[in-house]
């Protein structure tokens, strides 16, 4: 992507930080181009110029084209992307909402997915995806990690002999405040 915003760059004179972010934003414009880059056709699914209106084929359609992959979509409002993604199973072709934010992909019809895509509410700007079928990628093995959080963990106290310790530096003779154990000792 880093090579997109590059590109970008050398094309527009656009400085390269408008378009890339060490968090890990990215332009929509820098997304879009390292899709066509890996073979595939975008195509905006809405003009907002006057008000929203739908440009593209409909989703209903989409959904049925042998080449739709599916659809890039970017939340200008919490500067996010998420996708929308056919996926056919016994019962036919469905579409999914995924989101990296979420628990997991989301059966969405085609109807809300496109009233999101026109809500000035929701301001969802997709961008239709079409091309060869995708590589399958597989997750990496990552260790799993799991927090376990038990009441007894929250309570734990540092040793005995710190405790002491450090009682005893609000005990010394320079110090004419009460203790922290007695102070402790109150609370």
Not at 7 to 27: C, L, Q, V
Not at 44 to 60: A, D, N, Q, V, Y
Request: charged share 25%; glycine share 6%; hydrophobic share 30%.
């Amino acid at each position: 992507m880093h090579d997109a915003c590059k590109a970008i760059h050398e094309k527009t004179g656009d400085m390269i930080s408008n378009h890339e972010s060490f968090g890990g934003d990215w332009s929509v414009e820098a997304v879009l181009q390292t899709v066509v880059k890996h073979g595939y056709s975008i195509e905006s699914g809405i003009c907002s110029k006057s008000g929203r209106e739908w440009t593209g084929p409909p989703l209903s359609e989409l959904i049925e084209d042998d080449d739709f992959r599916g659809m890039l979509v970017h939340q200008p409002r919490s500067h996010h992307f998420t996708c929308l993604r056919p996926e056919t199973g016994p019962d036919g072709t469905h579409l999914y909402y995924v989101d990296s934010q979420s628990d997991g992909p989301m059966r969405i019809s085609a109807k809300l997915a496109s009233r999101r895509c026109l809500a000035e509410a929701y301001s969802w700007e997709p961008y239709i995806v079409k091309g060869p079928e995708m590589d399958y990628v597989s997750l990496s093995s990552l260790p799993v990690v799991t927090f376990v959080n038990s009441d007894r963990e929250s309570k734990r106290r540092p040793p005995q002999e710190f405790m002491s310790a450090w009682y005893s530096l609000s005990n010394s003779p320079d110090n004419t405040t009460e203790s922290a154990e007695q102070s402790r000792d109150k609370v």
